[in-house]
């Protein structure tokens, strides 16, 4: 079983900064990608930014140079840091990782239990 907890949610002021982390365990055989997604109210569910491990990075416009996502690869974790926050960026996050499988070319994907984001004065 694989399991990935986050944490790092809140309440922050507009403005503001936050992290977030989350943590895979379990039985990984090797990790593709991690990212964070976000779902506000009433919305679909949005990448917000993901990592291919070793590799590029990908930003959602709305979060480009303001959000900045890194890894730690030795303890199979992501972290998502969020700086000038507004209050838009309200929302329940995510976070994702898709690990190889064993001898076949194949992907499968994980999430976390979400954390929630509120951005508000």
């Known amino acids: 079983q694989v399991q990935l907890v986050e944490s790092g949610g809140g309440l922050v002021q507009p403005g503001g900064s936050l992290g977030l982390s989350c943590a895979a365990s379990?039985?990984?055989?090797?990790?593709?990608?991690m990212g964070w997604y976000r779902q506000a109210p009433g919305k679909q569910r949005e990448l917000v930014a993901s990592i291919i491990i070793g590799g590029s990075t990908v930003y959602a416009p709305s979060v480009k140079g303001r959000f900045t996502i890194s890894t730690d690869n030795a303890k199979n974790t992501v972290y998502l840091q969020m700086n000038s926050l507004k209050p838009e960026d309200t929302a329940v996050y995510y976070c994702?990782?898709?690990?190889?499988?064993?001898?076949?070319?194949?992907?499968?994907?994980?999430w976390g239990q979400g954390t929630q984001v509120t951005v508000s004065s």
């Open positions: 994702n990782m898709q690990s190889r499988r064993y001898r076949e070319p194949a992907y499968d994907s994980y």
């Open positions: 379990g039985s990984i055989f090797s990790i593709y990608a």
